[in-house]
C-alpha cells in the first residue's frame, strides 16, 4: 500500500476529546475530509481499544481514508489496519515489518537527521518529524526540534513525512512555508476554542474553519496541498523534496503573518 497524498494527519486521544469518543471524533475527521487516521491510545484496556479500533476500520473504510495504529501491530492485525506507527523507543521498524507484513504501511517517529535516514534505511513508508514546537499532547515527548528539521527533511528525506509537535492555527503557515506538506494536528490554541485537542473539542463549524484555513494556505506561498478523493488514497506518493515552491523560502516571513484574527 502507498502512503495517501494530503495535508491533514489526525490523531486520536480520548484524553483530549472532552468526553467523546474516539468513534465519534474520528467520524468528525472523516466529514471534514480527513484521509488519513492514527489511532493513539497509551493507556486504555487492549479490549476497548480493540473494540474501538473495529469501529474506526469501518468508517475508515467506508470514507476510503487510511487507517493507522500508534504501537500496536496486533491490533493492527486484528482489524485489518492499513497500518502502524511506532516510536524510537517501540519495537524496532524491521521487527514491525516482520509482523505486519510488505502491504501495510509502516510510520516512524524521528527527531533528528540520523533518525530519519535509519528510519528509511529499515524500510519505512512515511516518518512523522517532531515536535517542531513544543507540545503537551504526549507524556514522554521530547524537546521541540524546530522548524530547522523541517528545512532537513524537505531536502533530505525521499519519502512521505507528516510534521508534527505543537501545530497548530496561529503557526502552520510558518510549517507550510518550509515546504511541509502534511501536518498532524494534535495541539492546543484552535480559534474560539481555547482548549487542547484535535477535532473531537471542536464544534462543528470550528473544525470546518480550521481544515478551511490550513487548505486554504495551498492557494498562497506557503505550499502545494491536494486534497485526494477516496479512490486516490494508493496512488503514487509525490517525492516531498519537490513539493516546495520556488517562492516560498522567499515569502516564508509572509506566510508566517498570514491574518489569522481573534485567537483565544
Not at 50 to 61: D, G, N, S, V, W
Request: net charge negative; proline share 7%; glycine share 10%.
Amino acid at each position: 500500500m502507498l502512503f495517501p497524498q494530503t495535508d491533514l494527519y489526525g490523531l486520536t486521544d480520548h484524553a483530549l476529546s472532552r468526553g467523546r469518543s474516539n468513534i465519534e471524533v474520528a467520524r468528525q475527521m472523516l466529514e471534514n475530509g480527513i484521509k488519513i487516521i492514527q489511532y493513539r491510545e497509551k493507556e486504555r484496556k487492549m479490549g476497548v481499544m480493540l473494540a474501538e479500533c473495529r469501529a474506526i476500520r469501518a468508517l475508515t473504510r467506508e470514507a476510503g481514508a487510511c487507517f493507522i495504529i500508534n504501537d500496536h501491530a496486533s491490533l493492527a492485525l486484528l482489524c485489518d489496519a492499513d497500518g502502524v506507527h511506532v516510536g524510537q523507543d517501540d519495537l524496532p521498524p524491521a521487527a514491525v515489518r516482520e509482523l505486519i507484513g510488505p502491504d501495510r504501511l509502516l510510520g516512524v517517529s524521528t527527531h533528528a537527521p540520523e533518525q530519519a535516514q535509519r528510519a528509511v534505511a529499515a524500510g519505512a513508508d512515511y516518518i512523522g518529524i517532531g515536535p517542531v514546537f513544543a507540545t503537551a499532547t504526549k507524556r514522554d515527548v521530547g524537546a521541540p526540534v524546530g522548524l530547522d528539521y523541517v528545512d532537513y527533511a524537505v531536502g533530505h528525506v525521499p519519502i512521505p513525512w507528516v510534521a508534527i509537535g505543537g501545530i497548530k492555527r496561529d503557526n502552520v503557515a510558518r510549517v507550510a512555508a518550509r515546504g511541509a506538506r502534511m501536518v498532524a494536528m494534535v495541539s492546543t490554541g484552535f480559534p474560539q476554542s481555547g482548549m487542547p485537542g484535535f477535532a473531537g473539542i471542536l464544534s462543528q463549524q470550528e473544525m470546518n474553519d480550521v481544515v478551511a484555513y490550513i487548505r486554504s494556505l495551498g492557494a498562497g506561498a506557503a505550499s502545494s496541498i491536494v486534497i485526494p478523493d477516496p479512490s486516490e488514497c494508493n496512488t503514487e506518493p509525490r517525492d516531498p523534496r519537490t513539493l516546495m515552491p520556488a517562492t516560498a523560502a522567499a515569502t516564508s516571513t509572509d506566510a508566517a503573518s498570514v491574518d489569522l484574527g481573534p485567537q483565544p
